[in-house]
């Protein structure tokens, strides 16, 4: 991997890019509506295209947080258009590499200890990065293991960066600054939480051994002697990104083996567990030929409170539909609606509620889905599509949908999107039980 | 027996302890237990063992890195990011020192400060190896002029490292290892073949053309 040759050194330096970024945004604007003016041809897809290409050339000059808005910008995958989906899917994979000498200094600090006076072997040029740090590879007594690092002052950089992204976010998804607020909110608590090693290493070694069942997963076991503020390291597991694993043309019933087995490990985390791993973006799976998943990174939990599990899950029964003034009161409770809404606003946005909420828990009403369908996804993408051009939306400055619902609604899309680009069919008939 | 290091060590305890310098070399030698006259053995002044202070780090980092194996075999960018973490491990033992030094001069550490002259010229020394060395690998550009200025350039550069752990408030001083990772980054890139060289090529080019 070929180190990045600068990091932007300030803040300063970071807002610079944004802005600039912001600027050639406008200029794309710009340049569109003037092409459209001459040439009739020019179509939306080429001006997203454009923007695009910027965002993600600012975003790939900055680490940490910001590079983690793209992933999870690029995760809502269904709430952004196709050519944005591509380039974010680009972040997701590669960030350049930490200097041998802070990796160094990174152990002694830690441990005392110089890596190779820990383990057998110690590669210290990183082999993969993660957003906020990066895998090294390693052995120890005939074991191979995993050595995550973290960037030394993530935490620092993560509000300001939040704040420098915050004005282009909410231009790309069209948010209100209302609700970018109370979900900025949530997302900062996440990334925050995110660069808590200790943290994560205690919710990595619980959730895998409670997932520990299921079958065809694998996960990682933990070394929490090796592990510190700033180190977490674990087994290396082998296996094939996504699209490495789907160029080898897997058959039909290794790709539902596949699918099974991540379907099960979401269904079991978000009803048994109450809390599930947040953060299903392909880079955080490993896939191998026999059909099984190797599962790492627990850096992104989301804790499900009971209110909202109960109000959320509830609207998957179709029957609860007959009666209004309940479908109201788990709206409310949800802040789809807020009680201050005019009926006119009320009329508008309950059957879109209906719709989306239809469209997203259709595969938990039947026995077995089939998430390669085309049109089921065509029907997200432009329902999507459409409801960011609907006047009404563009000009509601009000706040709708709990903050819970950012994390579950990234992790249903996540998932959904992987099952769907593996082609499986899935049997998803898990009875509810609610409480 | 008294030695140097016995003598600096005494000075750092006394001005921590009594956050000024001794009255007099009289008195400090009193506290030492050895005669003005056999202070002069070792030092001519108090300036002369804040400048040793200074230096002993220096060489102390340099020693500590060059009996590591792996030292020798990073490229010049490498070796000078070693250099800067292992120079900030060593300074957190003499942290308060150094804290107490900054207050009394106010912003004088920054530059121009001469107890910093010998650390300094052992630097100065120091970056002429690893700049050499850049230069052979074509890491960095040979610049006509520019190539003797690049080791002030890095003299400025350790002293804003400086400045930033002294200010550095962040647990086990992180915020200082980003600042060194960053600014190291930033400035091999200026020294590398870059942008700029094609830009003056191309600006002669033209030159020698409209001529």
Known sequence: MKDQESIPTSKLERTAHFVSTGVKIGGNYVKHYTQRLLNQDVTKEDLHKDNADDIYETLSHLKGSALKVAQMLSMDR????????????????????????????????????????????????????????????????????????????????????????????????????????????????????????????????????????????????????????????????????????????????????????????????????????????????????????????????????????????????????????????????????????????????????????????????????????????GGIYQFTEDLSNMKEIKESKKARGSRHSLYINRTYYGLYHILFDLKSVVQTSKKLELV | MIDKSAITQQYISYMLENGKKPVSIYAFSKILEISESEFYNFYSSFESIEKDIWNNLFVETVETLESDQTYQEYSSKDKLLAFYYMWVQKLRNNRSYIVAQKCQKSNSILFNNESLESFKNSFYKYLEQIIQEGVEKNEIKDRKFLTDKYAHGFWMQTLFILNYWIKDSSLNFEMTDAAIEKSVNLSFKLIADNALDSLVDFGKFIFQKTN
């Open chain 1, 78 to 377: 269904g709430l952004l258009p196709k050519s944005y989906q591509d380039k974010f899917q680009l972040s997701q994979y590669s960030a350049p590499p930490l200097s041998g000498p802070l990796v160094t200094n990174t152990f002694i600090k830690s441990f005392g200890k110089i890596p190779s006076q820990i383990f057998d072997s110690f590669e210290i040029v990183a082999s993969n990065a993660a957003s906020i740090g990066q895998v090294h590879k390693a052995t120890k007594n005939g074991k191979k293991l995993a050595i995550k690092i973290q960037y030394p002052g993530v935490a620092n950089s993560i509000t300001s960066d939040l704040r420098m992204v915050k004005p282009i976010a909410v231009r790309l998804v069209g948010l209100s600054t209302r609700d970018a607020d109370k979900y900025f909110e949530e997302v900062e608590t996440k990334l925050l939480e995110e660069t808590d090693y200790q943290l994560e290493l205690r919710r990595s070694i619980e959730l895998s051994t409670a997932c520990k069942h299921i079958e065809n997963l694998h996960f990682p076991t933990y070394y929490p002697e090796f592990s510190s503020n700033r180190i977490i390291t674990m087994d290396w597991l082998d296996g094939m990104h996504m699209v490495d694993f789907l160029a080898t043309n897997p058959s039909k019933e290794t790709r539902n083996k596949v699918g099974q087995a991540l379907w099960d490990f979401y269904d079991f985390q978000v009803h048994t567990l109450k809390q599930v791993h947040a953060d299903p973006h392909p880079g955080n799976f490993l896939f191998k030929e026999d059909g099984t998943v190797n599962i790492f990174d627990f850096g992104c939990i989301k804790v499900i409170p009971q209110d909202f599990y109960k109000a959320y899950f509830t609207l998957i029964d179709q029957s609860i539909y007959k009666d209004e003034a309940k479908v109201k009161q788990i709206y409310e409770e949800l802040e789809m609606i807020h009680a201050e809404d005019s009926q006119k606003e009320i009329d508008f946005f309950f059957p879109l509620f209906k719709k989306m909420i239809d469209m997203l828990t259709l595969p938990f009403t039947v026995n077995e889905f089939d998430f390669g369908d085309d049109s089921y996804f």
